[in-house]
Each structure stands twice: as structure tokens, then as C-alpha cells.
Antibody, heavy 120, light 111 residues
């Protein structure tokens, strides 16, 4: 079955750019029918949708983060990536990648999550 | 887009039922039949339990059921078991501008 795995630095300095990659196995990003998504969870808090990308490269971002977020896809590597610029301590969170069904808008499966701490 | 409103906590004894509400607006929960529910155990990733308001993915026990009335969706866990103790989040499609909104989360405790 499809599995997702996040990777990237666990510590980022304030004002720098957070970068994470999600590797998809057991299925192809290029197959269509799904949005490849990033969702974050602040420590002890709820879930926040960050944005997603379609295999064609079309992107949608949370308006509250839109000015700082870039999501890209590399279908040859079966990966998609998140970049969040000008980070502050408020961006400290567990970042999950997940697959979202385009037709019915559910998220499954999810990656295990990657804790990113913003600190000097 | 504001988060969907869920009660912070809910509880029940083993074998009992617990129902969690998820209240939104006509722009999200009330406007689409695309409400989903996720179970999250401590330190783990969320797991899809219900999609399209009331459909269960393969492998999810039929003790879990979902419904919707107006701007409020609900998740019911019947025959509570110890392993059901977890945080539960609802999510709804909310249109093309901000496609997805999550609920505030409910901690379910099995007494």
C-alpha cells in the first residue's frame, strides 16, 4: 500500500527557510486523482492544513501562510517538498505529509510526521 | 477560515457510546458532504476513520459511525474499547479558496 515518509532538518534558525521532503512509496505521484498535502500540528494543539500540490504542479496554499509557502513536486523521484520561509518560533510544529483524494477530500495515508523546531 | 468547533473532551465506560460534535458553517460542514474524521494516538500520525460524512474505510470497525445535520457533523463510537482512547479531529472541505479546515480536536477518555 502507499506509504509516505517525511525527511529534513529538525532544527531551523529564526528567519531561515524550513525545508521538508515527502517520499512516496507503493504508488505513483504521477497517477493523478490525489492532492499531495502538507499539514502541521503545533505542540499540544490541533491540525492545520498548510497546502497541497497536484502531480501537474498546481498548488493551493493556506491563505494565512501563502506568502511564505512553496510546495513543489518531483515525479521522477516520487517526492514532493515543502519550503516555508522567514520562520519564527510560531512555526515550530510536527509537519505531516498526506495524500488527499481529489474527489472526496479525505486524507489517507499520512506520514509519521517530522518535528521541526525553530530556535537559534 | 476558522477551525471547526469540537468539545475539548468526551468520555465513557467500556461498552458505552460516545458522540463527538463538529460544528462549522454553511461554507464548510453545511455546504459539502465532505466531512472526515481522524483518530490520533499520542505521538502517532492521524488515522482516517470516516470519510464523506458516514463512510468507513476498509479496516475501521463498524463501531465507528458518522452523520451530519446542517452545519454540525458527529462521530459516534459505540461499544467503547480501551484502544479507542485517543484524540479525534474532524475535517471538512471548504471550497476552492481554503480547501480544508480541521476541527479543534476532542480527547476521548475510556473510563
Amino acid at each position: 500500500q502507499v506509504q509516505l515518509q517525511e525527511s529534513g532538518p529538525g532544527l531551523v534558525k529564526p528567519s531561515q527557510t524550513l525545508s521538508l521532503t515527502c517520499t512516496v512509496s507503493g504508488g505513483s505521484i504521477g497517477g493523478g486523482g490525489y492532492y499531495w498535502s502538507w499539514i502541521r500540528q503545533h505542540p499540544g494543539k490541533g491540525l492545520e492544513w498548510v497546502g497541497h500540490i497536484y502531480y501537474s504542479g498546481s498548488t493551493y496554499y493556506n491563505p494565512s501562510l501563502k506568502s511564505r509557502v512553496t510546495i513543489s513536486v518531483d515525479t521522477s523521484k516520487n517526492q514532493f517538498s515543502l519550503k516555508l520561509s522567514s520562520v519564527t518560533a510560531a512555526d515550530t510544529a510536527v509537519y505531516y505529509c498526506a495524500r488527499a483524494r481529489t474527489a472526496s477530500h479525505w486524507f489517507d495515508p499520512w506520514g509519521q510526521g517530522s518535528l521541526v523546531t525553530v530556535s537559534s | 477560515q476558522s477551525a471547526l468547533t469540537q468539545p475539548p473532551s468526551a468520555s465513557g465506560s467500556p461498552g458505552q457510546s460516545v458522540t463527538i460534535s463538529c460544528t462549522g458553517t454553511s461554507s464548510d460542514v453545511g455546504g459539502y458532504n465532505y466531512v472526515s474524521w481522524y483518530q490520533q494516538h499520542p505521538g502517532k500520525a492521524p488515522k482516517l476513520m470516516i470519510y464523506e460524512v458516514s463512510k468507513r474505510p476498509s479496516g475501521v470497525p463498524d463501531r465507528f459511525s458518522g452523520s451530519k445535520s446542517g452545519n454540525t457533523a458527529s462521530l459516534t463510537v459505540s461499544g467503547l474499547q480501551a484502544e479507542d482512547e485517543a484524540d479525534y479531529y474532524c475535517s471538512s472541505y471548504a471550497g476552492s479558496n481554503t480547501p480544508y479546515v480541521f476541527g479543534t480536536g476532542t480527547k476521548v477518555t475510556v473510563l
